[in-house]
């Protein structure tokens, strides 16, 4: 059972170029999110999908843009990288989004990014 | 904003004692509390969720929560080597069932 997939895993990048970072889940989860994590700082919410069809910015959504592209899928863009988003990135779902409480989060691997 | 705070550690304990991880929230509105795993180089994984005042038990784990203190704790009896990882406290957050992370304390556990 793969759970969250993430690719790729790593990337290492110039300032200025484009990416796109693919998620997908086997779960039939209807929610999804995009997780950076940086030393020291834990994990801050760039953006979350709560249902196919639906985006929502979180945390620190600037220089980044999403797309939901069917319920199992959630890719992340990043249209003109900067050095500021040297990052590991991590994907997760989640089962329950509409009770009050959450559900687990379920993390990818993770995408380790170098903007140079 | 909402904030998570916790001791960044590392926090070193021998082999079977009890490892105490301390996690503070600000907002007093928040009802869902959780903690997570991660071992260096891996992603977060769930160890123990908890909503209501006091201690919840699931084996070697034990979460206690004090929402009049704006407290969560998380207790590990008998450590293990296989324990040290960093432990992430997370609260409910801002964006729908979306989650603030804490920093993280790294734990050691020393053989």
């Known amino acids: 059972n793969a759970g969250v997939t993430q690719t790729p895993k790593f990337q290492v990048l110039k300032t200025g170029q484009s990416m796109t970072l693919q998620c997908a889940q086997d779960m039939n989860h209807n929610s999804m999110y995009w997780y950076r994590q940086d030393p020291g700082m834990g994990l801050r919410l760039i953006y979350y999908?709560?249902?196919?069809?639906?985006?929502d910015k979180g945390e620190v959504p600037n220089g980044y843009n999403v797309s939901r592209l069917n319920k199992r899928e959630f890719s992340l863009r990043l249209e003109s990288a900067a050095p500021s988003q040297t990052s590991v990135y991590f994907c997760?779902?989640?089962?329950?989004?509409?009770?009050?409480?959450?559900?687990?989060?379920?993390f990818g691997e993770g995408s380790r990014l170098t903007v140079l | 904003q909402k904030e998570v705070e916790q001791n960044s550690g590392p926090l070193s304990v021998p082999e079977g004692a009890i490892a105490s991880l301390n996690c503070t929230y600000s907002d007093r509105g928040s009802q869902s509390f959780f903690w997570y795993r991660q071992y260096s180089g891996k992603s977060p994984e769930l160890i123990m969720s908890i909503y209501s005042n006091g201690d919840k038990e699931d084996g070697r784990f034990t979460a206690q929560l004090n929402k009049a203190s704006q407290y969560v704790s998380l207790l590990i009896r008998d450590s293990q080597p296989s324990d040290s990882a960093t432990y992430l406290c997370a609260v409910e957050g801002n964006y729908g069932q979306n989650f603030v992370f804490g920093p993280g304390t790294r734990l050691s556990v020393l053989p």
């Open positions: 999908s709560a249902s196919e069809g639906t985006t």
């Open positions: 997760a779902s989640s089962d329950d989004v509409v009770l009050r409480g959450g559900g687990e989060l379920f």
